[in-house]
């Protein structure tokens, strides 16, 4: 158990819908990341907050949004969605606001858009 | 784009024997974490291992790095049908705060 708790673990949704996946990082951690794996385009980073703020952006889509909230805890929004973001969710965190620290992975958000 | 690049990519073996897989990548980096990920579960971190260091050991596993290469390697001792999973590396360039993952390695442990 690495101490990261996401929600729901599983999550079957219709196309033009919209998701918030949950996660709550380990006791301590001040930075949270999400990343989503696919099988064409494996695990790609989509964000990153550290407490609070926004600390680094990568291949996430406009339709996707998320935020971290005083508690540390952090959600991502998915809206208008495709068949194409299928995927699974991970969400990590580290006590780093850099990634020079070890990262711990939750379990993982499976979304299936149908 | 992929920063770390896995070798093989699957690999099967006999429990008991030793598994060996590598990692190559591009760019400096500051760190190169190794996890293992079980069929649609989460990841699990092995070892992270920083650009001054040569080589770490947990229990049954050993990673190398070596930095004029721009490689690493993680070996598994006396593999167990437990072991069976995929393997990825992931390298910090320092640059942003990322981590950036290959593709992984499909690990096959025959009982």
């Known amino acids: 158990d690495s101490g990261v708790t996401q929600t729901p673990k599983h999550l079957i949704t219709a196309t033009g819908q919209r998701v918030t996946l949950r996660c709550s990082p380990r006791s301590g951690d001040l930075s949270v990341y999400w990343y989503q794996q696919s099988l064409d385009q494996g695990l790609q980073f989509l964000i990153q907050?550290?407490?609070?703020?926004?600390?680094a952006k990568g291949n996430i889509l406009e339709r996707f949004s998320a935020q971290q909230f005083p508690d540390l805890h952090s959600e991502l929004n998915l809206s208008s969605l495709e068949l194409g973001d299928s995927a699974l969710y991970f969400c990590?965190?580290?006590?780093?606001?850099?990634?020079?620290?070890?990262?711990?992975f939750g379990e993982g958000s499976w979304l299936t858009v149908v | 784009s992929q920063q770390g690049e896995e070798d093989p990519q699957a690999l099967s073996i006999q429990e008991g024997e030793n598994a060996t897989m590598n990692c190559s990548y591009k760019?400096?980096?500051?760190?190169l974490q190794w996890y293992r990920q079980n069929s649609g579960r989460g990841l699990v971190h092995l070892i992270l291992i920083r650009s001054n260091e040569r080589e770490k050991h947990s229990g049954r596993l050993r990673v190398t790095l070596d930095t004029s290469k721009k490689s690493s390697s993680l070996l598994i001792t006396a593999s167990r049908a437990a072991d069976t999973a995929s393997y990825f590396c992931a390298t910090d360039t320092g640059a942003n705060s990322k981590l950036t993952f290959g593709k992984g390695i499909t690990l096959s442990v025959r009982p």
């Open positions: 907050y550290y407490n609070g703020e926004e600390r």
């Open positions: 990590a965190s580290s006590t780093s606001r850099t990634g020079r620290n070890t990262i711990y």
């Open positions: 760019t400096s980096i500051n760190n």
